[in-house]
C-alpha cells in the first residue's frame, strides 16, 4: 500500500456511505492521531487498538438518527503531490464548518502543514 492515510480516509468514507457501525484497519501511530482528533470532534465515537491477531485499530463511527456524522472527508497533500502552507493561508473549510487536521513538525493538530479537510 503506498498511501495508508489515504486508505484509512477511503475506509471512513466507504463505512459512513454504507451506514457501517465501525472499521478495522492496520494500525500506525499518525492514523491513531487522526482518529483521536476524528473523536475530538465527534466523529467516531470510540477508538480500540488491538493487538491480535495482528496491530489494528477499531473506529466506531458516529451516527445523528439514521445519518452518519462524517459527510466529507478529503486529503489534501498526498505523497506524490505535497501541499504546504501557513496558517494564515489556511482558507475555511466549508464556511467554517469543517476543519483542518494538520502535520506539523511538533506532531498532528487542529490546526498549524496541511493533511485532511473534514466535514
Known sequence: ??????????????????????IILPFSKIKLEIAKIL???????????ESKPWPHLVLVLTYRGKDPVLQHIKRLSTPG????ASY???PKVLNGLGFWILSTS???GKPAGLKLAVN
Not at 500500500?1 to 459512513?16: E, G, H, K, V
Not at 473523536?39 to 487498538?49: A, D, F, H, P, R
Not at 503531490?81 to 504546504?84: D, G
Open 1 to 22: 500500500m503506498t498511501d495508508p492515510i489515504a486508505d484509512m480516509l477511503t475506509r471512513l468514507r466507504n463505512a459512513s456511505m454504507a451506514r457501517k457501525a465501525e
Open 39 to 49: 473523536q475530538k470532534q465527534g466523529y467516531l465515537t470510540e477508538i480500540v487498538k
Open 81 to 84: 503531490h505535497r501541499a504546504y
Open 88 to 90: 494564515q493561508d489556511l
Open 106 to 108: 511538533k506532531g498532528m
